[in-house]
């Protein structure tokens, strides 16, 4: 079964349990088929600035996104939100900068997941890595509406891995971390984490990574 028709039935079965018209209208609305082209679907770059590295616990500090139109960065789509979370912050200030005075006057989590949804509506998402971003979007969204983020994602730092699988670079040891992956794909340096500023360079890395393929690339070629 293919990654498409496994995720449009599992879309089917939470829509059918789901009571909330929000989530209902996410999984009712088909996202871009698998056999679009970039250019032709609308995808959601996102990034998430956290209290820890595990998925299963972290709060959600701030969240960014911007979308790819037309196989170009939409900087008028550009946004970000502070997310006040539930408990303390720890140490991850002198990562991200976001300070408890900071995040004391965001939004909620739940906020946060109904913008989610919003923007992911009939879109793919992107990350840079899904086992730490779309684990936690996953847990959040679970705890308020019942079921996974069930939407397509494109994963940049799983691409990466393949390519160099495909091309017996296995030995390869360079870092996959976002300014090492923008530096391999000849981007320019950005500080990072901020949020929205780790939303756009991870955009401008999958544009440059599906300029790199030879021939037509479709969103089934990035899953």
């Not at 871009?32 to 959600?60: F, Q």
């Not at 544009?207 to 030879?214: D, G, L, T």
């Amino acid at each position: 079964m293919t990654t498409g028709r496994w995720l449009a039935i599992k879309r089917w079965k939470a829509g059918y349990r789901s009571a909330d018209e929000r989530f209902k209208a996410l999984l009712d609305t088909s996202p871009p088929p698998a056999s679009s082209r970039l250019d032709e679907a609308e995808l959601v770059c996102l990034d998430i600035e956290t209290t820890g590295l595990d998925p299963a616990t972290v709060d959600m500090l701030s969240i960014g996104w911007v979308l790819i139109r037309g196989g170009r960065v939409d900087l008028s789509t550009a946004e970000s939100h502070v997310v006040k979370p539930s408990g303390g912050i720890g140490d991850s200030p002198s990562i991200h900068g976001l300070t408890d005075s900071v995040v004391d006057q965001g939004m909620s989590p739940e906020e946060a997941m109904e913008r989610v949804l919003e923007v992911l509506t009939g879109r793919v998402l992107v990350v840079l890595h899904a086992g730490l971003d779309k684990k936690l979007l996953d847990r959040l969204c679970k705890a308020q509406f019942g079921d996974k983020l069930l939407v397509p994602v494109i994963d940049t730092l799983a691409l990466e891995n393949r390519r160099k699988s495909r091309h017996h670079h296995l030995e390869d040891t360079r870092s996959l971390r976002l300014p090492d992956l923008r530096e391999h794909y000849n981007l320019p340096w950005y500080r990072g984490h901020d949020c929205l500023v780790d939303a756009i360079s991870t955009a401008e890395l999958l544009i440059a990574m599906v300029a790199s393929h030879e021939g037509p690339v479709m969103l089934a070629d990035l899953y």
